[in-house]
Structure formats: structure tokens, C-alpha cells
């Protein structure tokens, strides 16, 4: 184990996409940011120093942070926002996590810009579960938008609007030649004839799950969410916003090259499809005056195939890296999603989306979370958040207004230390054209079930699958479907739950775990550390 340390310096630059230049929020003046590399059992500090005029917080999506809540990020949950003009350090030890993870700012919208990846290798002389590949490479998928993010995402969440589509989505930043002005924009992948290269994709987008694929090229899927996977095969990947899939592929075609590209899934057909990010897989000696064939990927309503892709999802399950999915269950907890202009008196007369669990939305405090617990500030919070919606209904079947009442306020749910959970996640068809992306901060879950229509439990439960779930950190509940995910409560702290599209996140569909102290000495919250940004 080492120590490794970064400086995260955040400052405007000016960045010039789509034939126009526009000053955007970067770290070091990279876009995206630097690649965090460290090995497993390190002690990382990342010194974040904001110079710009915006007050920023920084999240290590996916990292435990096993007691430590403070290295977490998310604003007003964890930590106040690091203002104008100071610094923050995020300690943390990177402890029984190995592969691709990422990080991105965690206030309002300044992730669009402020992102990059985290690596974490295994610890040495432990090989990977699958061939060494000849060289590896971060693909971090994003969105560009032509105006001035901060101001869409205030439009959006006063008026309740929905945000303009982005520009252009993005691979490593670039939007590739699909596009205007982006000859240059363009990313370009290297390859040698007969080698295998391990891809490292993370889906940064903020509001778009995507499709992506390399025409010509399989992809054998390896690892989500920085856990090993069954490996399969497949011509194109599903990825949500928040999620990471690792994939081995061959450079085992005729010299040449070849399109990969990215675009939108959306439970809708697009009318047309000018929104996808192209970047190029290129053999080594082949002039760049060869035009690169396009990937052939799902349409953007292909439901059929989301649903199958994430079926295919199995965790490794071998004796070393074994799946432990809670067997059987403390406490159940059902939740269901509303997405609805809504006629409650905070909703500007139903003219306003707003966006619920169990018909709540989530409202932010003016005062972080985590310290509001550990010091035990009154009035902060309340730990009533309903177990079940107020009335079972017919979640996905004719119109209702049973789920029109929406209240507001900042309710969380108080866990015991080391129960195990069961969290069931339903979709209602109040609005909805997109599965929802669920992020767990401080844990990773198993994915133990997922179906379409209303979650029946005497049905569903028993076709789980407790052997070898997929584990991981976000998962898309579908569109008039539900996903059910397990868990240990092992890690105490407060810790977010939220729909990883930023716009949802917006309009309130949120809330947050209160996981207990366990008895022992070490199993509290650990002490804040001296420089926790104040509010
Ligand atoms: Cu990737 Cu709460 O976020």
C-alpha cells in the first residue's frame, strides 16, 4: 500500500466544441479531468483548490468509503461545497475495490464539465480474471451543450422544464467528425493487428444512457461497476449514467478503420439520430484517409434489448472474488418513482415537473447531512421516510392520481448497522420515457431481480437470482418496471440514493440512508477531519 496524492486545481478555461468556444469549469484546465490512478490498499489524498466562482464538491463515484462519509462529496449531503478561494482534502483508503470507477463534481450541474476517471489496479501480484490485454483505455462518454450548463439547470429546476438536449454527446471530450468544426475533435484509438486492448467505458453523460459499439468488433464485457463479471460477448453495450463496464477487445479484423460510437437510449424513437459520438479504432499504418465503417447499434427505443443486455449481467462468483448476497432480508423497503407536473401548493399549480419516491420530494438542506448526524444537530432532517407508498395502486396501469399528492421535505430512512436490506424500486407511468439509473453512495448492492409491469413479491421474490447477481453501485430501474436490489448495512454514515439523471435529481427524486454506529470501537463514523468545508 502507498500513499498518493493529487492537486485538484479548479479553474475556468476557455474550450472551444461545435465551432464555438465557451469558458467551462475544468480541473488543471483538462477536459475531462485527469485520470486517478491508484492500486488497490492505497491511501489516496486529492487536495481540491476551487479558483473559480463557483462553490464546487467532488465525488469518487463508487468508493466505498468505509466509515468515512467526510471523502464522500456530495453537496449539503456530506460536506458543505468548497467555496471561491479554498481547499479541501479528500482522504480515503481504497480498500476491497479493484477496477474502473470515476469522479465528478457533485453540485447542481457542474459535472457536465467537471469529470474524469479513477483506476484502481489490482493489488500486485494479483492477476486480472481474464487475458492481460496489450494496453488499456479510459472511454469516458459524455454530453456538450452549447449554452451555459448552470443556467439550464436553474430554468430546469425553478420552471420545471425539461432541459435542452445536449449538443452533442462526447467521447474523451470529443464529439467526433460526425459533427461540425470536429475534424480535430476526435478521439483516435491505436491498435496492432492481432493484440487484445482493455476498454475502460464510463457512462458521464448527464442525462442519457447510451448505447455504444465498434463496428467490425465484439466486445467481451469483463466488469461493471469495478466488480468482475461472467465474461460474454456482444456487439453493443448498454450504460447509464454512473455506471462503467471494463470490455476486452480483439483487434482481429483487416486493417483499416473503424467507427465506435455512443448515442442515446431513451425508450422513445428519436426522429433522427443526429446526436451520436463517433470516435475511431485505427490499425497501426493505415492512412487517416481511409473512411471508418459506422457500428450498427440498437435503435433508441430497443427496450427488448436493454432488457436482455442487463439479463446477461452475472457476477464472477469464484472463490476468490465471491458474490455474498444477503440470503435473507431484516428489513424491506419499497419505493416507487413519480415523475408528474403536480397540483401540490410547492408545484406552481401543476405546472411544474416534480419527481418522487414513495410521492416525496426530496427538498436539499441548507446544511450537510453527515455533520447534522454525527453532531447531532436537531431540525436538519427527519428520519420518517415511509418504508411503502401511502396506498399500494396499480403502478403501471391506467392513468391514477393516487400518486399526484406529492409532499416536499428532507426525510431519510435510519438503518441498523449491519441489517440486511432489501430495496424493491418501482416505476409508475405517471411520465415516464426512460428507466431511471439508481446510485447507492457507500455501498455497492446485488442486483436480485428486475421485471416489467407491477412487482409482485409472491411471484417475483422467488425467481430471484441469489447465486450470482451482478453487483455494482447504479442500475436502471426500467421504464414501467422495477428492479429489487440487496445489501448488507455495514458501512454507517449518510449516504445518498438518487436518480443519477441529473435532471431527475433536479426535480426531487432522491433521499438518503442513515446507517446507524455499529457497538463496537471501530464500527462509528470516524471523526471529521480539521478542513471539512463549512456552510
Ligand atoms: Cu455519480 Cu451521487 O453520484
New binding site residues.
Given amino acids: 500500500a502507498a500513499l498518493k496524492t493529487y492537486q485538484f486545481d479548479i479553474q475556468v478555461k476557455n474550450v472551444s466544441r461545435l465551432c464555438h468556444a465557451k469558458p467551462i469549469v475544468t480541473v488543471n484546465g483538462r477536459f475531462p479531468g485527469p485520470t486517478v490512478y491508484v492500486r488497490e490498499g492505497d491511501r489516496v489524498q486529492i487536495n481540491v483548490t476551487n479558483h473559480a466562482q463557483y462553490n464546487v464538491s467532488i465525488?469518487w463515484?463508487?468508493l466505498k468509503q468505509y466509515r468515512n462519509g467526510w471523502a464522500d462529496?456530495?453537496a449539503y449531503?456530506t460536506q458543505c461545497p468548497i467555496q471561491t478561494g479554498s481547499s479541501y482534502v479528500y482522504d480515503f483508503n481504497v480498500t476491497g475495490q479493484r477496477g474502473t470507477l470515476?469522479w465528478?463534481a457533485?453540485i447542481l450541474w457542474l459535472?457536465a464539465t467537471v469529470y474524469g476517471a479513477i483506476v484502481i489496479l489490482p493489488q500486485q501480484g494479483t492477476p486480472f480474471p481474464f487475458p492481460k490485454p496489450e494496453r488499456e483505455e479510459v472511454i469516458l462518454l459524455g454530453e456538450w451543450w452549447h449554452a451555459d450548463v448552470e443556467k439550464l439547470v436553474n430554468k430546469a429546476n425553478q420552471l420545471g422544464s425539461p432541459p435542452n438536449k445536449s449538443d452533442a454527446h462526447t467521447i474523451n471530450g470529443k464529439p467526433g467528425p460526425l459533427f461540425p468544426c470536429s475534424e480535430k475533435h476526435t478521439f483516435v484509438m491505436e491498435v496492432e493487428q492481432g493484440k487484445t486492448y482493455l476498454l475502460r467505458i464510463i457512462n458521464s453523460a448527464l442525462n442519457d444512457e447510451l448505447f455504444f459499439g465498434i463496428a467490425g468488433h465484439s466486445m467481451t464485457v469483463v466488469e461493471v461497476d469495478a466488480v468482475y463479471t461472467k465474461s460474454f460477448t456482444t456487439q453493443a453495450l448498454l450504460i447509464a449514467?454512473?455506471q462503467t463496464t471494463n470490455v476486452l477487445v480483439h483487434a482481429n479484423q483487416i486493417p483499416g478503420r473503424y467507427f465506435m460510437a455512443a448515442r442515446p437510449f431513451m425508450d422513445v424513437q428519436l426522429p433522427v439520430d443526429n446526436n451520436t459520438a463517433t470516435g475511431i479504432l485505427e490499425y497501426k499504418g493505415i492512412p487517416n484517409t481511409v473512411l471508418p465503417t459506422l457500428p450498427h447499434l440498437p435503435k433508441s427505443n430497443d427496450s427488448a434489448f436493454a432488457f436482455r443486455y442487463n439479463k446477461r449481467l452475472r457476477s464472477l462468483n469464484s472463490p476468490q472474488f465471491p458474490t455474498n448476497v444477503p440470503l435473507q432480508v431484516d428489513r424491506n423497503l419499497f419505493y416507487t418513482i413519480g415523475l408528474a407536473r403536480n397540483s401540490c401548493p410547492a408545484c406552481l399549480n401543476g405546472t411544474r415537473l416534480m419527481a418522487s419516491l414513495n410521492n416525496i420530494s426530496f427538498t436539499m438542506p441548507e446544511t450537510a447531512l453527515l455533520q447534522a448526524h454525527y453532531f447531532n444537530v436537531k431540525g436538519v432532517f427527519k428520519t420518517d421516510f415511509p418504508d411503502q407508498p401511502p396506498k399500494p395502486f396499480n403502478y403501471t396501469g391506467a392513468p391514477l392520481t393516487a400518486n399526484l399528492k406529492t409532499t416536499i421535505g428532507t426525510r431519510l430512512s435510519k438503518i441498523a448497522f449491519n441489517s440486511t436490506v432489501e430495496l424493491v424500486l418501482q416505476d409508475t407511468n405517471l411520465l415516464s420515457v426512460e428507466s431511471h439509473p439508481f446510485?447507492l453512495?457507500g455501498y455497492n448492492f446485488f442486483v436480485v431481480g428486475t421485471g416489467i409491469g407491477n412487482f409482485d413479491p409472491g411471484k417475483d421474490a422467488p425467481k430471484y437470482n441469489l447465486i450470482d447477481p451482478p453487483e455494482r453501485?447504479?442500475v436502471g430501474v426500467p421504464t414501467g418496471g422495477w428492479t429489487a436490489i440487496r445489501f448488507r448495512a455495514d458501512n454507517p454514515g449518510v449516504w445518498?440514493l438518487?436518480c443519477?439523471l441529473e435532471i431527475h435529481?433536479g426535480w426531487g427524486l432522491?433521499t438518503a440512508f442513515v446507517v446507524e454506529d455499529g457497538p463496537g470501537a471501530d464500527q462509528g463514523i470516524l471523526p471529521p477531519p480539521k478542513d471539512l468545508p463549512k456552510c
Avoid: S
Fill in positions: 465525488h463515484h463508487g462529496g456530495p449531503i470515476w465528478h457533485h459535472r449514467p454512473g446510485h453512495h453501485n447504479t445518498f438518487h443519477h435529481t432522491k
